[in-house]
């Protein structure tokens, strides 16, 4: 069972449409974190958040970290195809070395 | 540029071969991380050095050694491995260790063992 689930796993979409991904988890987290990963390289941190509700903007995306710092989700306005990739989300449950990550969603904007 | 390098980005590998990967992190980190990441499956957490010393060994199979001569470097030791073993190894370094920094990660080596 995982403890971090990505929804949806993959998402296909037109240039200019909008989008949310999701990140669930029935556990408390104290940060949280996403991340996007391109074909053939490492992942890349987009944010970081730690107070429940809180939201950041980052250009067009916007992430937001629910009240009970159980989940969170990524929204991203008039998506680009240089937004394509797979975007993961990370967790810690407390300060200790090891990230709960989730699999994935795999993101393809068609121009 | 992430300023963490690693070498190679692509290694194909018998299963009686001896290889190592390489890292090396310019961002002043104190902590090091290996991670590997396989198709439509979470990262899985290998290994974290904090200040050169091991902190963390996630019930990785000995056939993975690594070794951490110095807060910079960070390498993996393959050897008699199995096609399973194929996947992306991914090296991260973070500030101090403590996973809410957030982790930078390198662009990782493409693993095939034949």
């Known amino acids: 069972t995982q403890l971090l689930e990505q929804s949806p796993q993959f998402l296909s979409i037109q240039e200019g449409e909008n989008l949310t991904v999701y990140c669930n988890s029935s556990?408390?987290?104290?940060?949280l974190q996403w991340y996007r990963q391109e074909p053939g390289e490492g992942p890349v941190l987009l944010v970081t958040?730690?107070?429940g509700g809180e939201v950041k903007k980052l250009k067009r995306l916007t992430f937001q970290f629910g009240d009970a710092r159980k989940d969170s989700s990524l929204h991203i306005t008039a998506a680009q195809p240089g937004d394509t990739g797979l975007y993961l989300c990370a967790a810690n449950m407390d300060s200790n070395y090891q990230l709960i990550w989730g699999a994935g969603t795999k993101l393809i904007i068609k121009p | 540029e992430t300023g963490v390098t690693q070498t190679p980005r692509h290694l194909v590998m018998g299963m009686t071969n001896k290889k190592s990967l390489k890292c090396e992190q310019h961002?002043?980190?104190?902590?090091m991380y290996w991670y590997k990441q396989s198709a439509k499956k979470p990262l899985e957490l290998m290994f974290v050095?904090?200040?050169?010393?091991?902190?963390e060994n996630n019930s990785v199979p000995s056939r993975f050694s690594p070794e951490c001569p110095n807060s910079s470097h960070l390498f993996l030791h393959l050897h008699t491995l199995q096609p399973e073993d194929s996947a992306l190894y991914l090296c991260a370094s973070s500030q101090d260790g403590v996973s809410g920094d957030g982790a930078f990660f390198g662009q990782g080596t493409r693993l095939t063992v034949v």
């Open positions: 050095y904090s200040l050169e010393e091991r902190v």
């Open positions: 961002l002043g980190h104190n902590a």
């Open positions: 556990s408390v987290f104290s940060s």
């Open positions: 958040v730690v107070t």
